[in-house]
């Protein structure tokens, strides 16, 4: 029992040991280029009309406009967001916090549950790479097996054409990619005037447009899967993200082994479903082998699935060797349940999403906060006026200048502005002072509430409430009566 047990944990750390360097690096520690055969299957049909519409949103929504303003603008510079049309700035950032954080459960959710379905059908990385550039790639140098041949054949005429080509549609589509994110951050306006004008009005735009080509024709056409594998933080947390009741794109070991060659002549007595053919690893575009299990390099692409059901109908066995599915599924024949881990994401982000959209329901498009200024009551004012001074600050959050007015709605009296008119300007922040001026005689008691109008021209943008602080009123004396009497 003793050695069945050291002679398992061996048998487990020898069949883990491809955890221990990356599929894409040699033992020396070199770049082992990818080569995966062309995919094809119904996955990846249905993965191509996918991106197709990602890809066409991704490049029309800079285009779109509501009210002149763009439908989706990232200015991170600026810090100002528009986000459907709705527009976000510095006064706004309690709800970007809320929606971030919401952000981050939703993507540890969804990972815990439907692992990196992400990575494999709405990553831009994962789109640009395997539906634009790698099928270019396909088209011009051929199959993974002709693109080895060209790469290892000695330059010539045809080779360097090939190359050219290949590299210059390459650059191209990275300058269109390059453009089109930049008009999310600076708006599409901005950047057709980068285009338009002559260079030199532009030399720092048209140097952030040569950088960011620069660095997606370097990630597209050499850096590749390292960028999924290397760089993307999202990947490298699936350790953590994931579990056995993830579901992930798995092969069913519990089918397919013990794996061997197919001979006809022993038929399927004593044996698994796979039958060796590396169909599946030769499609991935990560270089690694499903088989050995979750890697962290998987991008869910779904090519091996579609490799593996092709061989499958060829061999005449039921499809899905390798499918959607969680390791407790293959191994326990477990359905799908809500663990704990998955009640508690789910619980949390209903709480961050109804904080959320309550905030955003109350969201106004101006905001004014007035109070009484700090250690000061009331100030006795010549002809029997009293006065109070307040603290103003006035937030406009629209696209619009506007021109502020204040009146006292429910008293009679004076409201001067201290300093100039006000005008806010759009996204403005305006931080003022006041005072009210009310006669001795409309005040009865100590604090008495006033409503204060703030107007733009003749509309009424906003109501707010305060208190007036007045003198205490001196009670007659009881003598004082007597003597008139
Ligand atoms: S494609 Fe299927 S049958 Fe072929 S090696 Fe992979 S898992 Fe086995
Ligand atoms: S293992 Fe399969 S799903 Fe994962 S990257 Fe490779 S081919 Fe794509």
């Known amino acids: ?6 002679e398992q944990q061996l048998y487990d750390e020898e069949a883990e040991t491809f955890r221990n360097q990356l599929a894409t690096v040699t033992d020396e520690g070199k770049r082992k280029w990818v080569y995966p055969k062309k995919p094809s299957g119904r996955f990846h049909k249905a993965r191509i009309v996918i991106s197709a519409i990602l890809l066409l949103i ?5 285009f779109i406009k509501l009210n002149g303003h763009p439908f989706m603008l990232f200015d991170f510079l600026n810090r100002k967001f528009i986000l459907f049309g709705i527009l976000f700035g510095p006064h706004d950032f309690h709800l970007l916090v809320i929606a971030m954080i919401s952000l981050v459960v939703f993507v540890v959710l969804f990972t815990a549950v439907f692992g990196r379905i992400f990575c494999g059908w709405a990553c831009p990385q994962t789109i640009f790479m395997e539906m634009v550039f790698r099928k270019i790639e396909y088209w011009i140098e051929g199959d993974s097996k002709d693109q080895r041949k060209l790469n290892s054949a000695p330059w ?19 300058f269109l990619i390059s453009n089109i994110f930049l008009s999310y951050i600076i708006g599409i306006d901005a950047l057709l005037k980068i285009v338009t004008d002559p260079p030199a009005e532009h030399l720092q ?119 959607y599915a969680s390791i407790n599924s ?12 998955t ?54 959050k629209t696209y619009n200048k506007i021109p502020v007015m204040l009146k006292l709605e429910n008293v009679e009296g004076e409201l001067k502005l201290v300093g100039k008119d006000i005008v806010i300007e759009p996204q403005g922040n305006v931080d003022s002072k006041f005072l009210i001026l009310l006669p001795k005689s409309e005040l009865s008691k100590m604090s008495t509430p006033i409503d204060i109008g703030i ?3 003749d509309k009424l943008i906003k109501k707010v409430s305060t208190s007036f602080l007045a003198p205490m009123k001196k009670e007659p004396k009881e003598e004082d009566h007597e003597d008139k009497d």
């Open 1 to 6: 029992m003793k050695n069945d047990t050291l």
């Open 58 to 62: 991704l490049f029309l929504t800079p």
């Open 156 to 174: 010539n005429a045809v080779k360097f054409f090939k190359k050219f080509t290949k590299h210059i549609i390459f650059f191209a589509i990275a």
């Open 205 to 323: 735009g048209l140097f952030a447009i040569t950088v960011f080509s620069g660095i997606f024709y370097f990630v597209f056409s050499n850096f590749r899967e390292q960028a999924c594998t290397i760089v993307c933080p999202y990947g490298r947390l699936q350790g953590v993200l994931l579990d056995r009741d993830s579901i992930v794109i798995a092969y069913d070991n519990v089918r397919g082994e013990p794996r061997e060659k197919f001979k006809k002549e022993e038929g399927w007595e004593n044996r698994g479903d796979c039958i060796e053919c590396y169909q599946c690893v030769e499609v991935c575009p990560t270089g690694i082998d499903i088989r050995n299990g979750i890697q962290l390099e998987c991008v869910n692409c779904t090519a091996c699935i579609d490799a593996c059901d092709d061989i499958m109908d060829k061999i005449k066995r039921p499809r899905g060797l390798i499918r």
């Open 330 to 341: 293959i191994e326990r024949k477990t359905k799908w349940r809500f663990t704990p881990r």
């Open 343 to 396: 009640i508690g994401y789910s619980s949390l982000l209903a709480v961050l999403i109804t904080v959320l959209v309550i905030l955003l329901l109350n969201r106004t498009d101006f905001s004014v906060t007035i109070l009484r200024t700090a250690g000061l009551l009331y100030q006795e004012q010549p002809n029997n006026m009293v006065s109070n001074l307040y603290d103003l600050n006035m937030v406009n």
């Open 455 to 457: 107007y733009d021209g």
